[in-house]
């Protein structure tokens, strides 16, 4: 769900809601004709408002005060924005899967008459996660849903669900926000300093879920610490210190190591963006517009100049198949230490 900057979480009716404005049409026009699916599926990049949309989704089912809408402030929009309104449930992975425990309960839950409400709403975050004995439970609710339930699945990756399942679920398509979504959204969620602001709405990428609860001072030190390594991989005489910051990355939990993964892959993007970036075309502003890491611009043009660009390419490929094979349980240490001795190469 939402969250203000205090963590407090955030109740939006439909109107509210920031972007995705095909999502929402389809979503409002199949409330107010009274054809909305029982089963729906929510696909697109994590952090662009899927888990909202879905929570609005239910206040506008359920809400007294405006029907197919939601006004997102009575105390039954409150509620179900909190997590404490007794006809919705949101189900999240127990540990790397949604479970078949999980997946009963659940069907218990969409088959119970509504407690109070018009409609029981079952929300499945990651659903791409659910085990296989998970989604053979599922499949026959999913067939034959009760008339008063409604079910969300949630995924970024919905090509992970099995085909029996994506068959039985319309896909509402989510995409990226535009900067000034993002702006929008930051403003409202994460109210900080216009440094910390500009920041943060580069680094959302189109994705600002994915940055409103960040510590803008670790993150400022973790890049710092891999902007150190990249300049002892660019004057090639690192080995030492790249087996060592191999190791200490890679042995990271998953959340901290995909943390650090990303800062390291944005960074090494800013220096592609400052090699092919033709001097005498590119204003120093619209050049500034295209990087994540502008506020570091004069330390990142350094950097840029002690890698060839074919191999800056290279690199970015090996950190998007180590993000790929995450699930696989690849040994992180061997797969990081591959592609930061790849990058630190002489030419």
Do not use: W
């Amino acid at each position: 769900m939402a969250v203000g900057h205090s963590g407090t979480p955030v109740s939006m009716a439909f109107h509210e809601l920031i972007g995705q404005s095909a999502a929402r049409a389809f979503l409002q026009r199949a409330l107010v004709t009274g054809r909305l699916p029982a089963s729906l599926l929510f696909t697109g990049p994590s952090g662009v408002g899927k888990r909202q949309f879905a929570l609005s989704l239910a206040q506008a089912l359920n809400c007294p005060e405006a029907p197919d809408t939601g006004c997102g402030i009575c105390a039954t929009c409150q509620r179900i924005a909190q997590g404490e309104h007794p006809d919705v449930k949101l189900i999240v992975p127990d540990g790397a899967h949604i479970r078949i425990g999980q997946v009963r309960e659940a069907i218990r839950f969409a088959t119970d008459l509504p407690y109070e409400g018009r409609r029981r709403v079952v929300i499945f975050e990651r659903a791409d996660t659910f085990n296989t004995a998970a989604a053979n439970a599922f499949l026959k609710t999913l067939e034959e849903p009760p008339a008063h339930a409604q079910l969300i699945l949630i995924s970024a990756r919905p090509d992970a669900l099995p085909a029996t399942i994506r068959s039985r679920c319309p896909v509402v398509r989510f995409a990226l926000l535009s900067p000034e979504e993002v702006e929008r959204c930051l403003e409202r969620y994460a109210r900080r300093p216009p440094a910390d602001q500009r920041l943060l709405a580069r680094l959302a990428q189109g994705r600002p879920g994915t940055v409103t609860g960040l510590d803008l001072e670790v993150y400022r030190q973790q890049r710092r610490a891999l902007l150190e390594l990249l300049t002892l991989l660019g004057q090639g005489n690192a080995i030492p210190r790249l087996l060592k910051a191999a190791q200490y990355f890679g042995k990271l939990e998953r959340p901290d190591f995909e943390f650090a993964l990303d800062i390291l892959a944005s960074l090494v993007r800013d220096l592609v963006c400052l090699k092919v970036a033709p001097a005498a075309a590119e204003t120093s502003r619209s050049l500034e517009d295209r990087l994540v890491h502008s506020d570091v611009q004069p330390k990142l043009a350094e950097l840029a100049d002690l890698f060839p660009l074919e191999r800056l390419h290279q690199t970015l490929n090996r950190f998007e198949a180590i993000r790929r094979d995450l699930d696989r349980n690849i040994n992180r240490v061997l797969a990081l230490e591959a592609a930061l001795l790849e990058l630190s190469a002489r030419p």
